[in-house]
């Protein structure tokens, strides 16, 4: 029986961020964990920055936006739990950081996908997103090996009209 | 009697922001409080359109970088009291942010002084900068009225190598 409004998660793990597609706008892409669905959302190159230098290892003598922004939720002790992409509207991706304080009330902030998932890479964070996303905007491939190399091409020459975007 | 270690906060405003110098690098102009002196720092152009966007009260449909981090810190009662541009290394300016928990323990973080000029105009609250720091990388103008063309000139034609840069 379906329920529109029941709450349905799935894992996803973060397959990569493309600073330069043709059309000069990155997209983050996220897979499904254990399936075979690729949800893509473009974002801003500042963004896709912040999650390109930190799953690259690359550090800055100086706390870049994101950065600071762990560094003030350790101060204030408090923890990213996991991030949720929760929904699409106008074409825009809405998601949830979900936290907890130091009194450990669970705390949750609307956000921009792009800026949780620069928090969710920083904080080892587990990222989920709502089964009617992935059914609104995922692709799916059925066997990697064989595809990867059709999915390249696809993302070489897709523009981001072609998407749901963030914003 | 000079102590080089005594600190000496200058309470500074911020005069505005230049996105498109003709080199491209934005500018912060902080200028002294009451008197003829003005801080030039070069920051990214990110960081330079979340300062401006603010200051122009220009609203986005979904919350930008820093005004996420606006809103995490107020789900955690945390108050920014006020930012500090405490030195220059390497020519590189350092600033803190001085905040205060829901506890009332006051906390301060390192910070760009981007990032923390970006908050300080979501928040509201005063900037300051040492005075060794307004010494080293400042510029004195005797007659706003006489000197503003001129400095405007100065700003069209000045390169960030002229410069003390942020990173």
Request: negative net charge; glycine residues 2%; charged residues 35%.
């Amino acid at each position: 029986m379906d329920d529109k409004n029941k709450n349905n998660l799935i894992k996803m793990s973060l397959e990569g961020v493309r600073i330069e597609v043709p059309s000069q706008k990155p997209i983050i892409l996220l897979k499904e964990e254990g399936g075979n669905r690729y949800l893509p959302i473009w974002i801003g190159a500042f963004e896709a920055s912040a999650i390109a230098m930190e799953i690259s290892d690359i550090k800055t003598p100086r706390p870049m936006t994101h950065d600071l922004m762990v560094n003030i939720l350790e101060i204030l002790d408090c923890k990213i739990k996991k991030i949720e992409i929760t929904k699409i509207k106008d074409n825009t991706f809405y998601a949830i950081i979900r936290m907890e304080n130091n009194n450990e009330e669970e705390l949750e902030i609307d956000s921009r996908p792009s800026d949780a998932i620069a928090l969710a890479v920083r904080c080892n964070c587990e990222i989920y997103a709502e089964e009617k996303v992935i059914k609104s905007a995922g692709l799916e491939i059925q066997s990697i090996e064989e595809e990867v190399d059709k999915f390249k091409d696809f993302l070489d020459n897709v523009y981001p009209e072609d998407f749901k975007k963030e914003e």
